[in-house]
């Protein structure tokens, strides 16, 4: 029998620069020493049973076999009348709205389906982990805009000055992960001016639309028909229905720029879990879940705020999404620290997983901010409060 070892062909990586995510590092060192996670953003609490029981029906009732490319017709109509409802624009749910296997495919189908090589895609830094990677993917050339330092709001100027003849689309994020801003009226209105005499394309990522605070209201791109036209509005059942794990999204988008969208989707997942689809558009006949969203993660970050209001980390404002980021550079044994590393002593030392703000740049040296995540039980809060204070 023959020894001789096989060696598998050499590859020249689509994705060079990329390792393991920062997210899934820090939750594999939260595990390892038995450390609160507020890292990852995911909720620790169960789902609402109703939203079980409608899945588990679905599955009883035979729901389960491929369903539609585009997603069950029952769960787009429900999509299109909350949109309407919210919003002020009727999408159709047969041309205008498909299903997707999350946000995160969503973004990256959006891009695939209208980004060409050597077509540029503006970011606006800090953004999520995925967005540059995507861009790679689709053979674009990612052009990063920084939002304005300290206060994380878009800044018109330095965005106007990127575009270029090559700019195809713009990457916007509201309420934004990972600084928890939230775009303004005006600021959306002062979008749509910069983007007015262009050919650019929005990718709108809109998956924390329904956690704003202090009574303000999400502003999105579905509200503006000018920036409308132009855009792919993504978001998540798993975000607003606490079931990040379930992995099922949603793409809004005008009847021309589906019909590209619908051609990649269908080549790259086709088709999204029939059952979960199917018991989604029973539990979003009540608006209620979605509607009391705010009030219910306002309760969860009031609560974490006041608690590390005691400490010496520095709150930033927490105007939507359920983050909340602080500077931790009054505290001296933690300044010299980089972000990376500030993130791995809390977890070894006190116990508690955070996930630093130069993760969300491409290159974010020197950044003494990091990110919680207040989706969790108010027992899980306050015993990471109970080790931050001994800061």
Known sequence: MSTRQYLSPPLRSRLPRVGTTIFSTMSALAQAHGAVNLGQGFPDFDCDPALLDAVNAAMRANHNQYPPMPGVPLLRQAVATK?????????????EITITAGATQAILTALLSVVHPGDEVIVLEPCYDSYLPNIELAGGVAVRVPLT????????????????????????????????????????????????DTNILVISDEVYEHMVFDDEQHQSVASYPELLARSFIVSSFGKTFHVTGWKIGYVL??????????????????????????????????????????????RKRDLFRAGLATTKLRLLPC????????????????????????????????????????????????????????????????????LLQQL
């Open 83 to 95: 949109v309407a409802a919210l919003y002020g624009h009727s999408y159709s749910p047969d041309d």
């Open 319 to 386: 105007e939507g999404s359920y983050f909340q980021s602080v500077d931790y550079s009054e505290i001296e044994h933690l300044r010299a620290m980089s972000g990376p590393s500030a993130c791995e002593h809390l977890t070894r030392e006190l116990g508690v997983a955070a996930i630093p703000m130069s993760a969300f740049y491409a290159d974010g040296d020197g950044q003494t901010i990091i990110r919680f995540c207040f989706a969790k039980q108010d027992r899980t809060l306050q015993q990471a409060l109970a």
């Open 253 to 298: 988008a005008p009847k021309t720029l589906m019909h590209e969208f619908r051609k990649v989707h269908q080549y790259n997942v086709f088709s999204v879990n029939t059952p979960m689809q199917y018991g989604l558009a029973t539990y979003m006949q009540d608006p209620g879940p979605y509607l009391q969203l705010p009030a219910f993660y306002q």
């Open 149 to 196: 330092p300290a206060t994380f709001r878009p800044d018109f100027e330095r965005l106007a000055a990127a575009i270029t003849p090559r700019t195809r689309a713009l990457i916007i994020n509201t309420p934004h992960n990972p600084s928890a801003t939230v775009w303004t009226a005006l600021e959306m209105q002062a979008l749509a001016e910069t983007l007015r």
